[in-house]
């Protein structure tokens, strides 16, 4: 047997090298676990000394984001008023304007009362006038310049209760541009939307959160009223694509919508339809 510095030598057996630690590679990591806190910083604990904090600046930053926050509040506060009073200055000439406009409806309607006087003085009374004005009598009522009454259909239609969070709960123009196309095509003969009657120069639109029909905001909710067969237009309505629309509105987006029948509805003639241009027919 030989021996030599850290080996052994064993007859018939390859040489044997004592193992070493299982953690000798983990020196490193065992200082840190055996020691977590640096030196230094234990070091200065054992004698006692305080830690530096910088509490001059903590406290500058706390009063500064205090000041931010109270100038941010005079400032909201004192602009409330302004902003108030902004918006109901904005109320009273949209109701300023509203007014103007009824009025300028009156006295459009009281002048096509005079066109029809002159015109009816005008033609005679010949046998082509007399043709001539069972035409315009004939025409008037199915274009919208004169006011007509009979039986027919209402329907009722509101947001659904969840649209002041989800706008598509809303009716849109195009919502109400559907279901007026419908009952013209279920065989309606003359349409109102809260009152203001439909031709075919009608513009239902959007303005802001607002629907305008020929430029007349609306208020929600929406009287959709047409006069025909109220035997029939319920039935043939609901068959048309505007009937299927609004039965999925109201089936999926809890829309209101509500229909029947009336036996008499009035419904006034269209004030903004104004002749345009016209041309003498060839007898």
Known sequence: MSAARGTMTIP???DVTPARPADASMDLLNQIIREPLDPDYALVAARGEPRP???GALVLVAVLIGVMFAVA???TTRSAPALESERAELIDRV????????QLRVRSAELSTEIDRLRTSALGDDDQAVALR???ERLSPVVGTVAVTGPGMVIEVDDAPA???DARDRVLDVDLQILANGLWQAGAEAVAINGHRLS???AIRSAGDAITVDFRSLTRPYRVEAIGDSRTLPARFAGTAAGAW???LAANRQMGYETSTARALVLAADPGLVLRHARRTEP
């Open 163 to 165: 649209a002041s969070t």
């Open 73 to 75: 509040t005079l400032q």
């Open 53 to 55: 904090t910088n509490r």
């Open 95 to 102: 109701q300023a304007g509203e007014q103007a406009q009824d």
């Open 12 to 14: 018939g057996r390859p």
């Open 134 to 136: 069972a035409q315009i």
């Open 200 to 202: 075919s120069l009608t």
């Open 246 to 248: 609004w039965h999925e």
